[in-house]
């Protein structure tokens, strides 16, 4: 079956730790999205990709990191100068850069601060 | 800068009636606007996409309607179910060539009461 995954679906962060959250996807889409997703907030971007070998910073970029090395991965890290990192997280793809493409989301990771 | 928003924040109906969901966006300028499903803890199921120079979508039982020159859509379910019972989020572009930005509303969350 075609789709999206992510891992874990919770993690748990300690003060001072980078934490990496995992998106896969065997769907052959080019573009790749991350966003956060706060209670009674819409989902606000962190960051996209194009292509491999690329990405571009979204809305709230400060805090995270992310690499393209192979078209199927997308990894997300969160890193220590993420003051408020507690959130769910939800990676996404689509063909091509959301134009006329739909969007397709994977099940999330809930992101926890101990 | 284009907000979206979605009012009620929640809303809760008997099985079986008809409802409407409505979402508002200040910059009528959009490429598209699209509905989404979020079952809790889950990732986000696209359910319907309007292009801009269309009026209405349609799949199954649900009806999706745009009023660019208002700012307004609508997402009408038919005979809800108490399945139904999600958390529905709107999402428009602002234009094809900002096609790596979608600006999601807040969501309403929706129960189907048996």
């Known amino acids: 079956d075609g789709g999206i995954t992510q891992s874990p679906k919770y993690l748990f962060r300690k003060e001072g730790q980078n934490v990496t959250l995992s998106c896969e996807q065997n769907?052959?889409?080019?573009?790749m999205y991350w966003y956060r997703q706060d209670p009674g907030q819409g989902l606000r971007l962190i960051y996209y990709?194009?292509?491999?070998?690329?990405?571009q910073k979204g809305d709230i970029a400060e805090g995270y990191s992310v690499s393209r090395e192979k078209k199927e991965s997308f990894p997300l890290t969160v890193t220590s100068a993420q003051k408020n990192p507690t959130a769910f997280y939800l990676c996404?793809?689509?063909?091509?850069?959301?134009?006329?493409?739909?969007?397709?989301f994977g099940p999330g990771t809930r992101l926890l601060v101990l | 800068k284009q907000e979206v928003t979605q009012i009620p924040a929640a809303l809760s109906v008997p099985e079986g009636e008809n409802l409407v969901l409505n979402c508002s966006f200040t910059?009528?300028?959009?490429?598209?606007l699209q509905w989404f499903r979020q079952d809790p803890g889950k990732g986000l199921t696209s359910l319907l996409l309007?292009?801009?120079?269309?009026r209405e979508q349609t799949s199954g039982r649900l009806n999706a309607s745009l009023d660019k020159s208002s700012g307004r859509s609508t997402l009408y379910i038919a005979a809800s179910q108490p399945g139904d019972s999600a958390t529905y989020l709107c999402?428009?572009?602002?234009?094809?060539?900002?096609?790596?930005?979608?600006?999601f509303g807040p969501g309403t969350s929706l129960s189907v009461i048996p």
């Open positions: 996404a793809s689509s063909i091509a850069l959301a134009g006329d493409e739909t969007q397709y």
């Open positions: 769907l052959n889409h080019d573009a």
């Open positions: 990709s194009q292509i491999v070998n690329d990405f």
């Open positions: 910059d009528s300028a959009i490429y598209n």
């Open positions: 309007i292009q801009s120079s269309q």
């Open positions: 999402a428009v572009l602002g234009s094809k060539t900002s096609y790596d930005k979608v600006i």
